[in-house]
């Protein structure tokens, strides 16, 4: 059943308490999620955006006990993605007709997904508008690349709601709705693991974007984004925080990253971080291996890391695979302002640490020349290479 938001404002989406995965297996969710739209109930009847297709059925039948769907004036498509559009074929099955609004981007994304149907487009931009009563109307606002082309947000007037997409969402179900409901913790350590995972690498479009809006002057009650907690409870602070996420955040932090055959790695890669703590004991030191830890838990400590060393022995002239794949996503991401160091052991060639090395360059990383390569299980001679690692590593 819908949840008030503010005045004729409800939401009427899908909390997704058994949601585990995200954009197929890449993204892991914890804490449940929610696929969020929006019911504005004024002069006109305005939905914005609707939900993921398996839930198409119960969407279009909640929807009914809220509003005679054929009063529906408009359908406000804030992105073409399918968590949010999925049930929009379904919908109009009922309502044939119904104007969209939505980018231009959008209008290729919905028909190259859905087929061209015939449906009954309205091409949006910047500072466009919809009036939906006296004295309120919709203002659209074109969010392109966050974080696909298609992406926009609208803003309520009066109402005072910025309608903001994936921006500012995070995945987490939260059964009362608002941001000053949800456990802060958790709450935190979602926000931000959603953009160190999805958003960060359109991060110079964040800083833009947050520009522009600030520009346009329009006071902001209430966030309500597309996935998690609506922001009621100074909504500020989640724009605060994006600016400073999207500016080469990091911490006081170094996160080690390896994988290991018979732990040669392995003691490494616990040297390195014993070392970081004798030389710098106030800065935060956290140890995972890559193929028993949550990728995109991992990728938000690095996102926090001022500096990451990465291990990985050498096999059949390459790094293990779980190591390749997690560069890989790792340079998709492309995090800025941090360093980076390689170490690893091997038996035969011994090409993962130069391997390392040019990956973590190609992924944006200023890798600094000293490494530790061990033959067969490290020695002395190895341990006693990790001080100059570490040093280098912290050094400014």
Known sequence: MGKLVKNNVKWVGYLDWELEQFHGDE???LHGSSQNAYLIQEEKNVLVDTVWLPHRDTFVENLKKEIDLKKIDAIVVNHGEQDHSGSLARLLEEIPGTPLYCTAAAVQSLEGQYGKQGWNFHVVHTGDSLDISNGKKLIFVEMTML???DSMATYLTGDNILFSMDAFGQHYAVEEMFNDT?????LDHEAMKYFANILNP???FVTRKLAEISKLDLPIDIIAPAHGVIWRDHPEQIVEKYAKWAAAYQEDQITVAYDTMWNGTMKLAHAIADEIHRQAPE???????IAHTDKNELMLEVFKSKAIAVGSPTCVNEVLTSVAGWLSFLKT??????????FGCYGWSGESVKLLQERLKAAGFNVVDESVRSKWNPGEEDFNKVPELVSALLAK
């Open 182 to 186: 949800a456990d802060q913790a958790i």
């Open 27 to 29: 993204y892991s969710v």
């Open 283 to 289: 800065t935060k030191v956290k140890v995972y291996n």
């Open 147 to 149: 974080h696909w082309p």
């Open 333 to 342: 991401l492309k995090f800025k302002n941090k360093k980076a160091a390689a």
């Open 202 to 204: 359109f991060a110079p």
